[in-house]
């Protein structure tokens, strides 16, 4: 079960700002998903592999052959902050 | 018997870029970006929009298997990529494409020199990854209202060499810089010229207290101060009665320190997982292969040089230590004495290459061939020699008329000979002395030699004529 | 609703431009919500252009609607969410490229559940997009705005895709024609991931030869997706009205508790339908189906969490006021994502967290194979299966978006078809109440040519396709 500090933390990890309503709001939803999928730990997987793609698919290249860029104007279209060609982000600390 | 007396322990992650790539690792951008505008070689892909998926670049896996037997490491025959979750405003997928379980190589070591005779470094693991784009801060990181990002260098292939944690002190550790480099550009996948090339992230810790990890190093130089820093950095807080934190800090380059970054961002859990857009790579009979294709790496040709050209253990470690440098002395050693090649390349040329902060590239080989080929036949003197090297470096021409214009060529025995019999008319006092005992008397008659022929005698005949007409 | 033989033909004797315009003005008239983004300068200056230049390709001139989640150059692609409202791709996506090559003509970009995380087109942050059939009614989900263009006749065809059902859930509650394909038939390069081991494009038409013809057109390899297969294959060539011989496997656990009696009835009658025009049934067991919800959404939130991390508000999308970069990427992604997205993200994110990861992610990948296997086994005895597309038809809006579990619940038959990355196809098959039903036909890998038959002779044989709900 998911705690409210729990929850702070995944928040967190997820870098999704969590309001303390939003906190109220979401334990109970998240906690009935997790009471759900309880139902995983029925199943018998012991020696059984996990599929992480569904295709045995292996092996997949391109060569080493440049292609088109987009121009810089196109790289910077769709960024809500720019400056100098550079796109602009906040301060790291 | 080195004693650490610190219980300094270094280890290090090297991101070593293969520049020498066309194309970034995961799409078709060019890697030539060094000298365009910021964003202006970027595709969806290395820009992270929305919908865009990774291919991985052939010739980034071979070099990736290339860099692994070069150090000595074992070679998996199934490899993968994993996502590291992790936020940086340089990463703009919000996860870099890395590898985690199942690395491409692992378990090798190279030797160094070591503070007390050879020392070999274990090479935990070289795995393959995508290289962030680039952050720009006004002033420093912490002061910084802002940050500016340029993504032509994300998706660049990179390759983060781990090692063991097996220095001792920070010369090591730029020991251990200077020959990985080295190996890697024996590979031909790598220009360390270029900047951004290579970039450290060191752990360090001391008296067996918790390692700080200090990122942000982009030269073995850097690495050296930072290490040496943050040693005094833990010793203080030693002295002080503390205790060293596990932390991440940034080396400011500028100032020399490092800075913590202690933040909430500490608490990382990456969330690993295999990369559902690429496919594992079954690689078998890869590295076998391209082992038949490796060039000769630094060691051997060492070893070579000494056995092939008869040249000194500590010459042959010199010239090899750079690539460049390598191929240089045996270009010029194919057409000249390779011994004296030796002396002339690693004891003048390099000093005065150094002096100028030059390479090896400013030097044409067939001057070098032409100086020792003057010298070995003695038309010019070793100062002349020399003085053909700084003139070539400082203002171009040739050899031969550098020769002619200054006049270097070693002028003829009877004209030595006359000019020895007047400087000893012309010094009575300095012979007297000479005479009476004083050995350092003949000095001044043979620098009165050299005036009167400008310095084209060769001092030591010169030393010889005087002798035998005071004898 | 017309076809696309239909409208050729019209666009022979007519203009293409004519057509586009026609659709244009319904979709500008409809009280749906089938689309965000309607793209009526660029799909008339398009249509023009073919009727002047002529085109050759196999769509020439024909109108198609595009779910909001796929990459068109200069087309706004917002995946119904705030967080990307008036982001504009500078690149289309490789199935866009097909199309526009085939001659087709983006009409515009179709609602959806936020990010494809949904199964009612409830939790767009455009509102909800109506049933043609009950307005009052969700058109079901995630495409729910190409099911419902199509059934409304807004667009005679559209591209959707299904993660968990996304294509057969809205086909089934919208009485339209929708497919899932083989993982890996279609190039998911422009595909705006939700989870990507899982996810497929798929067409929606109002007839199974519609399907197919757009099909033909945007499957294929395409180097750019490292997960896309290289074979050839001419789907259309496979309509034939002829199930002779062929063995139906009817897996009991899609007929489970839960199941609506009509629903159910309605499938099995047209199970007896085919097997009247020669094919053979036989009961089939897949013991693993009960886990396969839990699975699925464990799987797919882990992939999303990590999907959804570039959405910062640096390259694109929107940006809240700045603060230091950790709490302004927090900021933007609370005040741009929606309540179902960020409660996805968050159980994705704690399901691969440390100490928790063996737990949930790789305890859902390992049932992952033993679904895999109970295909495998079934497909050695059977060329296709048939069940219900959905449990029940089409619910009220706003009934079930307040209980995730129940919504869960909803796609407890066709999650299993993306965990094992089989084909599967959505036909109605029947009516409830005045709500179309639809069974899904499920093939092997690569054997869409079976699904498509046995889905074009159900049609041939029968008029559910050709009823329309009123005023389409
Ligand atoms: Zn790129």
Known sequence: MIGKKDLEHIGWLARIE??????????????????????????ETEGVEPTYHVLPMSNVFREDVPTASLSQEEALSNAPKNQHGFIKAPRMM | MYENP???????????????????????????????????????????????????????????IKIGLALNCKVEEHTQFYRKNYYYPDLPKGFQITQYDFPISSGGYITIEGEDGELKVGITRAHMEEDPGRLVHEGTIDKSKYTLIDYNRSGMALIEIVSDPDMRSPKEARRYLDKLRNIVEYLDIFDGDLEGALRVDANISIMGGQRAEIKNIS??????????????????????????????????????????????EEAHDYRYFPEPDLVPLKISGWAPAIKATLPELPDARRMRFVEQYGITDDHAKALTSELKLAIFYEDVAKKADPKMAAVWVCDVLKGELNYRDLTVDAFK?????????????????????????????????????????????????????????????ENQQAVADFRAGKEKALNSLVGAVMKKTKGRADARTAREMLLEKLG | MATINELRERIHADSSEEIV?????????????????????????QAREIDSKGHEGPLAGIPIAIKDNISTKGIQTTCASKILTGYVPPYDAHVIEKLKAAGAIIIGKTNMDEFAMGSSTETSFYGPTLNPWDTKRV??????????????????????????????????????????????????????????????????????????????????????????VNREANYSSALKNDVKGMKIGIPQEYFGEGTDKNVERSVRDAINTLEG??????????????????????????????????????RYGLRTEDSDWHTTFSQVRAAGFGDEVKRRILLGTYALSAGYH?????????????????????????????????PYPAFKIGEKIDDPISLFLSDVDTVPVNLAGVPSISVPCGFTNGLPIGMQIIGKHFDEASILRAAFAFEENTDFHTRQPEGS
């Open chain 3, 277 to 314: 025009l020669g094919a053979t049934t036989i009961d089939i067991k897949m013991p693993n189906t009960k886990y396969a919800l839990s699975a699925y959404y464990v799987i797919a939130m882990s992939e999303a969490s990590s999907n959804l991390a570039r959405f910062d508000g640096m």
């Open chain 2, 6 to 64: 610190d219980g300094v322990m270094i280890g290090l992650e090297v991101h070593v870029q293969l520049n020498k790539l066309k194309t970034k690792v995961f799409c078709g951008c060019s890697t030539d970006y060094h000298n365009d505008p910021p964003n202006s070689h970027v595709c969806p892909v290395c820009l992270g929009l929305p919908g865009s998926l990774p291919v991985i670049n052939r010739k980034a896996v071979e070099a990736a």
């Open chain 1, 18 to 43: 969590l309001s303390d309503e939003d906190k109220e709001k979401y334990t109970p939803k998240l906690n009935s998903v997790l009471d759900y999928f309880s139902e995983l730990d029925k199943a």
């Open chain 3, 358 to 390: 063996d737990k949930y992610y790789l305890k859902a990948l390992k049932i992952r194979t033993l679904i895999k296997q109970d295909f495998e086994r079934a497909f050695a005895d059977v060329d296709v299966l048939i069940a219900p597309t959905m």
């Open chain 3, 139 to 228: 058109p079901g989900g995630s495409s729910g705005g190409s099911a419902a263009a199509v059934a409304g006749g807004e667009a005679p065809v559209s591209l959707g895709s299904d993660t968990g059902g996304s294509v057969r859930c809205p086909a089934s509650f919208c009485g339209v024609v929708g497919l899932k394909p083989t993982y890996g038939v279609i190039s998911r390069y422009g595909l705006i991931s939700y989870a990507n081991s899982l996810e497929q494009i798929g067409p929606f038409g109002s007839c199974v030869r519609d399907v197919a013809t757009i099909f033909d057109v945007i499957a294929g390899h395409d180097p750019r997706d490292s997960t896309s």
């Open chain 3, 21 to 45: 315009a026609e659709y244009l003005e319904k979709i500008e008239k409809s009280k749906l919500n089938a689309f965000i983004t309607v793209s009526k300068e660029s799909a008339l200056l």
């Open chain 2, 365 to 425: 080989k067939e001057n070098m061939q032409k100086i020792i080929e003057l010298l070995a036949s003695k038309k010019i003197t070793e100062d002349g020699a020399v003085d053909i090297i700084r003139t070539l470096l400082d203002k171009g021409g040739s050899p031969d008329e550098i020769v002619k214009e200054k006049g270097l060529l070693k002028v003829e025995g009877d004209i030595v000979a006359t000019a020895a019999e007047e400087a000893i008319k």
């Open chain 2, 219 to 264: 030269s073995h130089k850097g690495a050296e101060r930072a290490l040496l820093f943050e040693i005094v950095r833990q010793k203080n807080v030693l002295r002080r009665g503390g205790v060293v934190v596990q932390e991440t800090r940034h080396f400011d380059e500028a100032r020399e320190i490092t800075i913590s970054m202690r933040s909430k």
